[in-house]
């Protein structure tokens, strides 16, 4: 039976190359997608490329909490498992920006939509025989600042707020991993590395040139981080295995750990989502 697997973010960069890999390796996929018109013309891409059916696009901006809901409303009406959830949707942004919500974009895209989706999908995660939670994080992190989140008082920085996003997303699986001990399904952590996905296109001036710099030289290529994102999701080598940081397919320590900070991330997403419950209720 094939593996019903669900990855954010794959109309560009990692999240793309890792739908190519998977689907080659026999994977039924869901593509959520805020861009209706890219996610079809990846599947359509996966589809001929694999010579199988194209993968099942549904609109979500990861970003917005009443589209999160609606996608997951969708996705549990279709399918009755998925075996893996690949957290991977994340941005960066030259400006500070806020959702219709008034939610930073960045903290709601990275942080905020990996709690929401996950949430939303983890009954469909433990009616596989084995699932699979897989957060698509980075070794570039930290910097993370509890008591102002979303650069309400602090100056914005781009780079600040995407690290500790990467940050968040690592203290946040293990606080996952925690709540899903000795069930059927497990939650890993993962860096794909330095890739030069376009994620650092908008930036302007000294940044950009430095960017650009590293990418030529020390740059992987989108395979290369998509590799381990694939080798998570699919590879029996690591059933079973939770609550663990991985780079390069290797077991790798992880600075972010602490019961403390670890539930204290996830009592701010809860906060954050029973927020926008309540707005919707009202």
Same mark, same amino acid.
């Given at each position: 039976?094939?593996?019903?697997?669900?990855?954010?973010?794959?109309?560009?960069?990692?999240?793309?190359?890792?739908?190519?890999?998977?689907?080659?390796?026999?994977?039924?996929?869901?593509?959520?997608?805020?861009?209706?018109?890219?996610?079809?013309?990846?599947?359509?891409?996966?589809?001929?490329?694999?010579?199988?059916?194209?993968?099942?696009?549904?609109?979500?901006?990861?970003?917005?909490? !009443? $589209?999160?809901?609606?996608?997951?409303?969708?996705?549990?009406?279709?399918?009755?498992?998925?075996?893996?959830?690949?957290?991977?949707?994340?941005?960066?942004?030259?400006?500070?920006?806020?959702?219709?919500?008034?939610?930073?974009?960045?903290?709601?895209?990275?942080?905020?939509?990996?709690?929401?989706?996950? !949430?939303?999908?983890?009954?469909?995660?433990?009616?596989?025989?084995?699932?699979?939670?897989?957060?698509?994080?980075?070794?570039?992190?930290?910097?993370?600042?509890?008591?102002?989140?979303?650069?309400?008082?602090?100056?914005?920085?781009?780079?600040? $707020?995407?690290?500790?996003?990467?940050?968040?997303?690592?203290?946040?699986?293990?606080?996952?991993?925690?709540? &899903?001990?000795?069930?059927?399904?497990?939650?890993?952590?993962?860096?794909?590395?330095?890739?030069?996905?376009?994620?650092?296109?908008?930036?302007?001036?000294?940044?950009? &040139?430095?960017?650009?710099?590293?990418?030529?030289?020390?740059?992987?290529?989108?395979?290369?981080?998509?590799?381990?994102?694939?080798?998570?999701?699919?590879?029996?080598?690591?059933?079973?295995?939770?609550?663990?940081?991985?780079?390069?397919?290797?077991?790798?320590?992880?600075?972010?750990?602490?019961?403390?900070?670890?539930?204290?991330?996830?009592?701010?997403?809860?906060?954050?989502?029973?927020? $926008?419950?309540?707005?919707?209720?009202?």
């Amino acid at each position: 039976m094939a593996k019903q697997v669900l990855i954010t973010g794959a109309t560009s960069g990692i999240g793309r190359e890792a739908a190519f890999q998977m689907a080659r390796q026999g994977a039924s996929l869901i593509l959520p997608a805020r861009d209706l018109a890219k996610g079809n013309a990846v599947a359509t891409e996966i589809a001929h490329a694999t010579g199988g059916e194209a993968p099942w696009v549904i609109e979500c901006d990861s970003s917005r909490p !009443s $589209s999160i809901r609606a996608c997951a409303a969708a996705v549990r009406e279709k399918v009755p498992r998925l075996d893996v959830l690949v957290n991977n949707a994340g941005i960066q942004q030259l400006r500070r920006k806020e959702t219709p919500e008034g939610i930073e974009v960045v903290f709601a895209t990275n942080v905020l939509g990996y709690h929401h989706l996950t !949430s939303e999908l983890l009954p469909l995660v433990r009616a596989a025989e084995r699932g699979r939670v897989v957060t698509v994080a980075s070794t570039y992190a930290g910097e993370l600042d509890f008591d102002d989140l979303e650069f309400k008082r602090r100056p914005w920085d781009n780079i600040k $707020s995407y690290k500790q996003s990467k940050q968040a997303n690592r203290l946040w699986t293990w606080a996952l991993a925690r709540r &899903l001990a000795g069930t059927n399904v497990t939650a890993n952590a993962m860096s794909p590395g330095f890739v030069d996905t376009g994620l650092y296109r908008d930036m302007k001036g000294p940044r950009r &040139l430095f960017m650009t710099m590293m990418a030529k030289l020390f740059g992987r290529t989108v395979a290369q981080g998509a590799d381990t994102v694939t080798w998570l999701a699919l590879s029996p080598e690591v059933e079973g295995k939770s609550n663990v940081f991985w780079v390069d397919r290797k077991e790798t320590p992880c600075q972010f750990r602490g019961q403390k900070d670890e539930e204290r991330m996830w009592a701010v997403c809860e906060e954050y989502l029973a927020r $926008s419950a309540g707005s919707v209720a009202a």
